[in-house]
């Protein structure tokens, strides 16, 4: 049995990626794991424990779609679909700054 070195990752690097699976209940530990290059047990330790704590809430299996003939959804409904919704944008808005960041850094290695 090989060991392997255990990395420490930051506080904050945890919590985004607990947010970032929490957000879309589409996405699989090991889809989120592998998007972040982490391991998909790592990422499901964060969640587990974040839960306990108190810092996540459960992951919401519901497909999302609005309630069926027409009927405007309960307050409850609307109030967890905006909470998505934020965290939606949340994401996009992480990743969108994380490619912001590796575009400029990339961009002043190049020695052309």
């Keep these: 049995m ?3 070195a255990l990395k420490n990752y930051p506080e904050e690097f945890k919590a985004d990626a607990v947010a970032l699976y929490l957000s879309d209940p589409s996405k699989t530990y090991k889809q989120v794991a592998e998007d972040l290059g982490i391991n998909r047990a790592t990422l499901r330790e964060w969640v587990l424990a974040a839960q306990r704590n108190g810092t996540a809430g459960p992951k919401r299996r519901g497909t999302g779609k609005p309630a069926a003939g027409g009927q ?3 307050p409850d409904v609307l109030e967890e679909e905006n909470r998505q919704l934020k965290a939606r944008i ?3 808005e992480l990743e969108r700054d994380i490619l912001r960041k590796a575009a400029k850094f990339f961009a002043g ?3 052309w």
Excluded: Q
């Design 72 to 74: 405007v959804a309960s």
């Design 2 to 4: 090989s060991l392997m």
């Design 90 to 92: 949340e994401e996009l």
């Design 109 to 111: 290695e190049t020695n």
